[in-house]
């Protein structure tokens, strides 16, 4: 079964601090990966897009990896601020339907 | 680009009544466009996928005659839903796709249902 998991749920972070969120994947066949910011009561902005072949892919203060063959993927925020504090989501889509496979997500709190 | 639109953000109903949220993509045409539900602490789950033109399809467990989608042009999506109780509140994202891979989200529709 296609799945996707992340890891922690939740995080309280300090501002400036850095962090780390990860993500595991059962999706078959693989097709890309990608990682969302969601605000509470907002849509899923994109932040990375990673296909097989790519390990690492940054914008601005986020940097995803992605290792295919143990099926995982981390972001890492650096410099926290206030604004990150919001949901990440971990979504995988196949290379068979191209449907998109949400993670259950991270809710990250970033206190001053 | 690739700009997604809701309307309207946040809508109140009554128990019974049915209320329709529109989904637009804005600067691009969509070959196809998703319906999620987002309830809190939960991420999006898929309710229908529909392409302009043609019936939409529902996920299991989603009752097709009581959220009612209809895509009649590239650019615009509709969600009805019908005769609407309380366990029905929630938060509605649309996204579309203009070719077969990247979808683009809409900022979501907070319904409430009294």
């Known amino acids: 079964k296609n799945q996707v998991e992340q890891s922690p749920q939740s995080l309280i972070i300090l501002e400036g601090k850095n962090c780390t969120l990860q993500?595991?994947?059962?999706?078959?066949?693989?097709?890309?990966l990608r990682w969302y910011k969601q605000d509470t009561g907002r849509g899923p902005v994109s932040l990375t897009i990673m296909t097989f072949s790519e390990n690492t892919k940054s914008n601005g203060r986020y940097t995803a990896t992605l290792d295919a063959d143990t099926k995982q993927s981390s972001l890492h925020i650096t410099a926290s601020q206030l604004s990150d504090s919001a949901s990440y989501i971990c979504?995988?889509?196949?290379?068979?339907?191209?449907?998109?496979?949400f993670g259950t997500g991270t809710r990250l709190k970033v206190l001053a | 680009g690739a700009v997604v639109s809701q309307h309207p953000s946040r809508v109140i109903c009554k128990s019974g009544t049915s209320v329709k949220i529109e989904c637009r993509s804005l600067?691009?045409?969509?070959?196809?466009m998703f319906w999620y539900r987002q309830f809190p602490k939960q991420s999006l789950m898929l309710m229908a996928t529909s392409n302009e033109g043609s019936k939409a399809t529902y996920e299991q467990g989603v009752e097709k005659d009581k959220f009612l989608i209809n895509h009649a042009s590239l650019t615009l999506s509709t969600l009805t839903v019908t005769s609407a109780h309380p366990e029905d509140s929630s938060f509605y994202i649309c996204s579309a796709r203009p070719g077969s891979v990247e979808q683009y989200f809409g900022p979501g529709t907070r319904l409430t249902v009294t």
């Open positions: 600067d691009f045409q969509a070959t196809t």
């Open positions: 979504v995988v889509s196949d290379s068979g339907t191209y449907k998109y496979i």
């Open positions: 993500c595991n994947y059962t999706v078959s066949p693989f097709s890309n």
